[in-house]
């Protein structure tokens, strides 16, 4: 276990749910992440917290959004979103956002139908 | 901005032999190269990490090196094991506030 946890590991929804992902790391870090994974592209940076505050957001779309409540949660809210939006998405925390191990949670696995 | 390739996509090796991945970025600035082992249904593992004021990097069987001029790095793996396989992504990170910008991942298969 690398002491970062995500809820559900599975999620299929169809276009019109709405659904969120949660992240919970026991690990004391500062800094949390969301990252997408498909198959046969690297993994994409979606969005980066740094203590609370939103830092970076890579031109992700609006279908999905963001909320970190405090430096141990994160979630990914997800409305209406389209086939091509399924894939693996990981969270990880590092201690904080500068050049350290980021640690990974085993992802949620999102089909959308 | 930085952008990371890897290669090769796949890799397959008998048992015992050993096998090495590389990366080049394109940013001179990044001062942090991570890899991560990945295996199935499971996240990202840091297996060794390299900063930008060190040459080589060696943990057991694993051995990471950097060459800072020509702006790649590579990871060795000696006397693989099946165990070994798993999909292997590098990593680079230039500044503090940025995330990692990773490779695309090679798949590493180790034959008995």
């Known amino acids: 276990e690398t002491g970062v946890t995500q809820t559900p590991r599975h999620l299929v929804m169809g276009m019109t749910n709405k659904k969120s992902l949660k992240c919970e790391q026991h690990l004391g870090h500062n800094a949390m992440y969301w990252y997408k994974q498909s198959a046969k592209k690297p993994l994409e940076l979606m969005f980066v917290?740094?203590?609370?505050?939103?830092?970076e957001n890579n031109s992700v779309p609006s279908r999905f959004s963001p909320e970190c409540p405090n430096s141990s949660h994160l979630f990914l809210h997800l409305h209406t979103l389209q086939p091509e939006d399924s894939a693996l998405y990981l969270c990880?925390?590092?201690?904080?956002?500068?050049?350290?191990?980021?640690?990974f949670g085993q992802g949620t696995r999102l089909t959308v139908v | 901005g930085e952008n990371v390739e890897q290669h090769p996509s796949t890799l397959s090796v008998q048992e015992g032999d050993s096998a090495v991945i590389k990366c080049t970025y394109s940013?001179?600035?990044?001062?942090?190269f991570p890899w991560y082992k990945q295996e199935l249904g499971k996240g990202p593992q840091l297996i060794i990490d390299?900063?930008?004021?060190?040459g080589e990097k060696k943990d057991q069987r694993i051995a990471v090196t950097l060459n800072k001029t020509a702006k790649h790095f590579s990871l060795h793996i000696t006397e693989t094991q099946p165990e070994d396989s798993a999909v292997y992504f590098c990593a680079a990170s230039i500044r503090a506030g940025t995330a990692l910008i990773f490779g695309k991942g090679t798949t590493l298969s180790v034959s008995s």
């Open positions: 917290y740094n203590f609370k505050e939103q830092t």
């Open positions: 990880a925390s590092s201690p904080d956002a500068a050049n350290t191990e980021a640690f």
């Open positions: 940013d001179s600035a990044s001062n942090y």
């Open positions: 390299i900063r930008s004021n060190v």
